[in-house]
């Protein structure tokens, strides 16, 4: 079965960069058909999308956050990774992992648990 | 970008009611959407895909239709384990965009 897993600092101040990492484990991320996404969700809120990547690296962003997300993927370790500069208190969220099905079709059926990031001094 | 308006934000029916959520596109998006289940606490599930596939495991009395911009999703039968806020999302294959509505949270009268 697989699962994901973030993991992360909870806690960053204004004007910092978060970083944080999914953990994938039963499975490979080196798949083909599946790209590896970040969605996040402040408290109380609605769901948005962040940002996509490839196995082979190969990214794509939501336009209102690409000026200040990277996301990146570690193949050896099973793992992909975000980090998203400059935060303010806006970007205080609940931050999810999920495997992104994109062969003839784009949702995404695997979560993590989600990990919440407070932006606070 | 394309923008997704779910309505309504939120709903109050009894158990066994027929539930319906619509989801309208700011432009033609195909069948590409899909509807997600969020329980308190928890990550979405998927429930459909493109419109109206019905995910594997998900009870028969979920369903969506719709296409172009379009799109309807129902319960037939309220239970209580439905109680939750449901998402539509969308995606464009050749912008490589990905939205989500905004979300209609259901509860139990």
């Keep these: 079965q697989l699962q994901l897993q973030e993991s992360g600092p909870g806690l960053v101040k204004p004007s910092e960069t978060l970083s944080l990492t999914c953990t994938v484990s039963g499975g490979s991320i080196s798949s083909s058909s599946y790209y590896w996404g970040w969605i996040r969700q402040p408290p109380g809120k609605g769901l948005e999308w962040i940002g996509s990547i490839y196995y082979s690296g190969s990214t794509y962003y939501n336009p209102s956050l690409k000026s200040r997300v990277t996301i990146s993927v570690d193949t050896s370790k099973n793992q992909f990774s975000l980090k998203l500069s400059s935060v303010t208190a806006a970007d205080t969220a609940v931050y999810y992992c999920a495997r992104q099905c994109k062969w003839l079709v784009d949702y995404f059926d695997y979560w993590g648990q989600g990990t919440l990031v407070t932006v606070s001094s | ?109």
Aim: glycine residues 8%; aromatic residues 10%.
């Design chain 2, 1 to 109: 970008d394309i923008q997704m308006t779910q309505s309504p934000s939120s709903l109050s029916a009894s158990v066994g009611d027929r539930v319906t959520i619509t989801c309208q596109a700011s432009q033609d998006i195909s069948n590409y959407l899909n509807w997600y289940q969020q329980k308190p606490g928890k990550a979405p599930k998927l429930l459909i895909y493109d419109a109206s596939n019905l995910e594997t495991g998900v009870p028969s009395r979920f369903s969506g239709s719709g296409s172009g911009t379009d799109f309807t999703f129902t319960i037939s039968s309220l239970q209580p384990e439905d109680i939750a806020t449901y998402y539509c999302q969308q995606y464009d294959n050749l912008l490589l965009q990905l939205t989500f509505g905004g979300g209609t949270k259901v509860e139990i009268k």
